[in-house]
Structure formats: C-alpha cells, structure tokens
C-alpha cells in the first residue's frame, strides 16, 4: 500500500504569541513542524508545547490535531506534505522515533536552537530539539537527505522548499480531512 511507504509533514501556524514572534523575523506562513506515518495524522510527533496552557513547559510531544493544543487554537492553519519513502526508511524512522518516545520524559525544547536559526549557527543540547530540528533529525537518521545542512538549522519552511515533498492539503487544520486528496 502506498501509505506504507509515505510520511508526512504538517506545518503549523496557530497564532500564539510565540509562533506570532517567529513568524515576525521568518516571515514564513507556518512556524512548527511536526512528523507522522499515517494521512489520517494519527500518530503525530514534535516537540512543542507538552500543557496546551504552558507555553513554557516544553518538549517531546504526540500531537492530537483534535485535542489538546491545536483545539485550544481552532483557527490555526496547516499545510500537509507527503514525503515518498521506501519501506527500510520508513522502518529506520520508526526506529528512531520509538527512541524518543522510550526517553520522552527527558527531553527539553531547544530555544536556544531557535534563536540560533537566527544567527545561522546550530546550537545544539543533548536531548534538546525545537519542532523543525527533530523532523529533520528523524530523517536524517534514517539516511533521508533533503538539504544539506545539520538538522539544527532546519526550518519549517525548508520543509516547504522542499521538492521531494507533495502538498497534500492546505488551510484550516479543523477542516482537514483525510479521505479528501486534492492530488
């Protein structure tokens, strides 16, 4: 099935105050990326906000387009990518990925990385990761190369740039509905 060969990327923009910031330098349209292995996105990975309430409080996160931060902002719009891949890619990116939901607990969210996207300097922790960073990391572990530059410098909106990747779907992440292809 060709699902099982795909991943795909959402990129996000709800509006808070700090994707509001991001956007004020990037001026790209979507500041957080997150990673999942199914169109329905229901295993959805980042790294954001861990408490829909605690802009402060973050790291490792699953995502739920449904609940939890993204229903505490009901007008945040997406962009959804497919990215083909093979099986052994896919598996490799599973493997990756079960290491960072083994470990979740220890994981911070890198805003000094953010901050060195700016600078155009990686600034890189142990088990510290901003959104596009850990998208990035997963693939380039897997051996997907889509720029030629350290997972810390990766933005959403390389993402976007990306030719490898096929827009799927575009505008509110509420109306978003899997069944639907705009292919």
């Known amino acids: ?9 959402l990129l996000t923009n709800t509006g ?58 009901p007008n945040t719009t997406c962009v959804l990518y497919e990215l083909k891949v093979s099986e052994r890619e896919v598996e490799k990116m599973k493997r990756v990925l079960h290491i960072f939901i083994r470990s979740r607990n220890k994981y911070l969210y890198n805003i000094l990385g953010v901050v060195g996207i700016a600078l155009k ?6 088990n510290s990761y901003f959104c596009s960073q850990f998208v ?3 693939l380039d572990r897997s051996g997907i190369k889509l720029w030629n530059k350290l ?11 990306s030719d490898r990747l096929q827009l799927i779907y575009e505008g509110k992440l509420s109306d978003y509905d899997p069944e639907c292809r705009e292919d």
């Open 151 to 161: 997972p810390a410098l990766v933005t959403p909106d390389d993402f976007r740039q």
């Open 16 to 73: 808070t105050l700090f994707t509001r910031m991001i956007k004020g330098y990037t001026r790209a349209p979507y500041n957080h990326a997150s990673i999942s292995f199914n169109r329905e996105l229901s295993e959805l990975y980042s790294f954001g906000r861990k408490s829909p309430n605690n802009p402060l409080n973050g790291g490792f996160v699953k995502e739920d387009i449904k609940t939890g931060t993204f229903s505490k902002y």
């Open 121 to 126: 300097e990686p600034v890189e922790f142990s």
């Open 1 to 9: 099935m060709a699902d099982d060969r795909s991943v795909f990327i």
């Open 136 to 138: 990035a990391e997963i």
